[in-house]
């Protein structure tokens, strides 16, 4: 059960996280990362085995993938960034040809959770409470909520104050989305879905601290209203399948769905050692063994994160 990391960068814990489920269910396998400068990423030297790749925007980056998978004996692939995530949905069932499992939602997912007015669109389609788009105007209600439509790790984002900020945000990109401001607790939430279209888990991760866009202290905390809202998601929207994460803000009055990623979230770790492992989820179902009916995670469970270095 070869397991391959793309773009890897310095997703550490994952790759611990592959080898310590691999152990744990007697299966015998390497875990391969890949980066486009392995030797500049740590999660790279932690693996067995690495390889340089082009970026994921290039056009030749699945033909890549599927050529080292192949060459490796490669099972499973765990993608890690938005970019590359609808052309190796594109490509799934061809991989899967080749007993070659993407850890990927369908393409249609991918592409519309890749942008911010896509999102919304299906959003109000579906019912899901989310904050409403904005032109913004003179006479429009501050502040404002603005971020890039397809920026991801909350790069552009910002609180607009009045018409003259949103203007100068303009100025600078068209690329702009502006949203009502909406307040509450922030929780990101990590679900995994069987092949069967079945939601097994749903982990709410309370954000206490957040540095460069990716959560740094957090907490598990259990909240039915967010386990219902990830039970219609799951229902109205067709595609996803294995993990995925979404971003919310609940307070008493109001709930607010912001974003959804196809992928495992930055802070997943959390949810890992809270009990909550995707990882034996995605081999179980390589292997064509039964699930869990649910998945049991610890509540209150809190994670501090901190820097390590990796020395050659």
């Known amino acids: 059960m070869n397991v391959l990391l793309t773009s890897a960068g310095r997703r550490v814990s994952l790759v611990k996280e592959i080898k310590e489920t691999l152990s744990k269910l007697n299966l015998q396998g390497q875990v391969h990362a890949i980066d486009m400068n392995p030797e500049l990423s740590s999660s790279c030297h932690v693996a067995d085995k690495s390889a340089p790749c082009p970026k994921a925007s ?12 192949i060459q490796n004996d490669i099972k499973v692939i765990i993608p890690t960034i938005d970019t590359e995530l609808e052309n190796l949905a594109n490509d ?3 991989f899967e040809s080749k007993g070659i499992h993407i850890e990927v939602s369908s393409p ?8 911010k007015k896509s999102t919304a669109n299906i959003f109000n389609t579906h019912n899901i409470p989310t904050p409403v788009i904005v032109d913004p105007q003179e006479n429009s209600k501050y502040p404002l909520f603005a971020k890039l439509d397809n920026s ?3 790069i552009g984002a910002c609180t607009v104050v009045n018409y003259e900020h949103a203007k100068s945000l303009i100025e600078k990109s068209s690329n702009y989305v502006f949203q ?3 307040h509450g607790e922030e929780f990101t939430v990590d679900c995994y879905v069987s092949k069967k279209n079945k939601l097994l888990a749903c982990v709410p991760r309370k ?11 957090a907490k598990t905390e259990y909240h039915s209203k967010i386990e219902e ?4 998601i799951v229902s109205n929207i067709d595609g996803f399948r294995g993990t995925f994460c979404f971003q919310i803000f609940l307070s008493e ?10 992928r495992f979230g930055g802070g997943y770790p959390l949810s890992y050692n809270a009990g909550a492992n995707f990882f034996e989820l995605i081999f179980l179902e390589k292997l064509g063994k039964n699930l869990p009916s649910k998945v049991k995670w610890k509540n209150n469970l809190h994670m501090l994160r901190y820097d390590e270095g990796i020395f050659f």
């Open 58 to 69: 290039n056009p030749e980056y699945t033909k890549f993938v599927l050529d080292y998978c």
């Open 92 to 94: 799934r069932d061809l």
């Open 108 to 115: 249609e997912i991918c592409r519309i959770f890749r942008t």
């Open 152 to 154: 991801s790790r909350s």
């Open 180 to 182: 009502e401001l909406v």
């Open 207 to 217: 954000r206490l601290e957040v540095r460069s866009g990716e959560v740094s202290k």
């Open 229 to 232: 809202i990830a039970h219609n």
């Open 253 to 262: 009055k109001e709930v607010s769905v912001i974003e959804i990623n196809p």
